[in-house]
């Protein structure tokens, strides 16, 4: 069965920097789109990043672009969530996820596999 576990959230101060890791088991990671959402309460939950299978192509939401970076290791079946200028608006719950339909239908449509999350909060 696919599964997907989270780690690296934590507590930082705006204009801090953390990395996530999502690492993947249960399916053939290097033939699978995978991307980060994440889910503040109250709110509905966002796509925030995705990443091709082979890590050539990638897509961001307008809120990270230019502070977030995803990457994958194949080797490691590992994704990751580098996050730089961290604001406070960026706590929430984050997620990893994977689709078979592609990296860029995680845009607009609901994966169907995903992680425990992990909780990133930032400070004001």
Do not use: H
């Not at 507590?11 to 953390?18: E, I, K, R, T, Y």
């Not at 925030?48 to 079946?77: E, H, L």
């Amino acid at each position: 069965q696919v599964q997907l576990v989270e780690s690296g959230g934590g507590l930082v101060q705006a204009g801090g920097s953390l990395r996530l890791s999502c690492t993947a088991s249960g399916f053939t990671f290097n033939t699978y789109p995978m991307g980060w959402f994440r889910q503040a309460p109250g709110k509905e939950r966002e796509f925030v990043a995705a990443i091709n299978w082979s890590g050539g192509t990638t897509y961001y939401a307008d809120s990270v672009k230019g502070r977030f970076t995803i990457s994958r290791d194949n080797a490691k079946n590992t994704v990751y969530l580098q996050m730089n200028s961290l604001k406070p608006e960026d706590t929430a719950i984050y997620y990893c996820a994977t689709d078979r339909r592609g990296s860029s239908t995680m845009r607009t449509s609901t994966p169907n596999y995903w992680g425990q999350g992990t909780q990133v909060t930032v400070s004001t």
